[in-house]
């Protein structure tokens, strides 16, 4: 086995010298038989490799969890191996951000892995993952409900992560374990039947034993393909969006021509809003839309999606928190929802004071005198109030519901969202326009389009506060 191990590590690539490298260690026979492996190869000249053992104390088996740690530091210790321990507090976790237990764990584990990966400089971490938790992961997602993404298996290497016994299969390393004196301990909730993993573990693959000689061996014939095919796919459909995307700062579309009109246009749109959190039920939704032409429908990434696609960055470079699909006439929308952002507070002005409100937008203010040389600059980008019918301090901030002003001109007031319509607003310039407003909260100008009536400049005004949008 040891032979094997070799060839699979050069073949992946997946060690190399000077390697630091972190174990994942449970006790177990497949994680024991794993640290026997890779002492073996970092024990050779030519590797020198450093190895470092972690153990998870999750507390979900009573006095067996303890058991566990003990039985892992003594094999450290005899070993000579730096081992490191932690406790988690499993239930609570899992009660407190609505997680099963089995995800509440892994979700604990890889965060504690990567504070010491990047506490100790390590980099490579070691899991213990077979050929035969390939096949079960692959029926679980079955079951679940997949595309390619969920069946395509575990990759030897993914980041840091490496699986240095996917080649293999229980049976083999228990065998191993067993002519060479590897001692590990059971843990006796692998064989419990309520759990799904251990059903398909226990009742479903023996039955593919049954039906065909190397049955396991096929199957994960099967997942690599996939794996592979997965790859193309990807590409292909990197390919495809990178050439229909729009991007502009936090701002992207594709027209929902490119949806509609495409016989697989629904499945190019989930692979889109997929990377930013969207799930397939609201994909159906936003097609549903599309098609019946609807403008102005608003969607908010699934928190379930968020906490899945957050572990594939590849899958989701741009992935953002607070982040807004929204289906147009002619197009579909993603953009940051800037109503989560903190508002600016304006204390005091003095001239060419200025303020940044992105990397390619700012706001000039200056104080003038009404006296002779004074001009009335007709612009959008600029804005000209009273200064004496103006409550300072002011405050920029983004819409909300609810919103009033009196616009310049008008002789009522008017909802904010009926100003917005009457322009033609996106759900993105809605969410993105600025409001100023001042100390008791009166709206003065909708930054770029319009003032508010009430602080126009008239025959009496003495001072006047001037706005100047430079980009």
Known sequence: MLI???????KHNLIEKDDKILLALSGGVDSMVLANLLLAVSRQPSANSQIFFAHCNFHLRGEDSDRDESFVTDFAIENNIPLFVKHFDTETYAKDNSLSIEMAARELRYAWFEELRN???INKVALAHHGDDQIETFFINFLRGSGIKGLKGMKPQNDFYIRPLLWSNRNQIEKFA???GIRWVEDYTNNETIYLRNKI????IPLFDELKDNARQSLNF????LSSENELYRCLIDEKISDIEFVKDDYRYIESRYFIQDNNGKQLLFEWVRRFGFNYEQTESMFEAMRLGKSGVVFYPSSIDNRQQT???RLCPHFVSGLIASVQKDRIEIFKNN???????ILRFSDSQILKLSDSQILRFSILENDNNFQLIKDLSVAQFDMDKINFPLKLRHWKKGDRFKPLGMKGSKLLSDFFNDLGFSTYQKQNVWIMEDVNGLILWVVGYRINDKIKISETTRHIFQC???Y
């Open 4 to 10: 094997e191990f070799k060839k699979y590590i050069d």
């Open 119 to 121: 506490l100790h400089d």
């Open 178 to 180: 067993k002519e060479n």
């Open 201 to 204: 573990r226990h009742q479903i």
């Open 222 to 225: 099967s997942i690599n393909c």
């Open 311 to 313: 572990t594939d960055n």
């Open 339 to 345: 109503n989560q952002e903190e508002d600016f507070q």
């Open 468 to 470: 100047e949008i430079k």
